[in-house]
Nanobody, 122 residues
Framework: EVQLVESGGGLVQGGGSLRLSCAASGFTFDDYFIGWFRQAPGKEREGVSCISSSDGSTRYADSVKGRFTVSSDNAKNTVYLQMNSLKPEDTAVYYC???????????????WGKGTLVTVSS
């Protein structure tokens, strides 16, 4: 059974940092991309970042480029999203998931975690 568990969300002041973690199990980690999406209240979900577990290549949404960094620890089957210079508009539930290939990066995920809430105060 595929399982993805996000952690690390919370309340932070604008300009601050948070690191989200995504612990994955139930599939061959190295074979897939792992993605991060977010959904703010009343807004559509947005693809944030994506990383290849095999070669470490990454993709970012324009809205987070230069502020967010995605990384992978294949020994732990865990992906991290380091979020710096946070803004109130980054407030959302953040989800990690399995992405079936580079063409789906930032577009969709096949399996989703339950999400972790990030709240950025002004």
């Amino acid at each position: 059974e595929v399982q993805l568990v996000e952690s690390g969300g919370g309340l932070v002041q604008g300009g601050g940092s948070l690191r989200l973690s995504c612990a994955a199990s139930g599939f061959t980690f190295d074979d897939y991309f792992i993605g991060w999406f977010r959904q703010a209240p009343g807004k559509e979900r947005e693809g944030v970042s994506c990383i290849s577990s095999s070669d470490g290549s990454t993709r970012y949404a324009d809205s987070v480029k230069g502020r967010f960094t995605v990384s992978s620890d294949n020994a732990k089957n865990t992906v991290y999203l380091q979020m710096n210079s946070l803004k109130p508009e980054d407030t959302a539930v953040y989800y990690c998931g399995v992405v079936q290939g580079i063409r789906y990066c930032l577009r969709d995920m096949k399996y989703w975690g339950k999400g972790t809430l990030v709240t950025v105060s002004s």
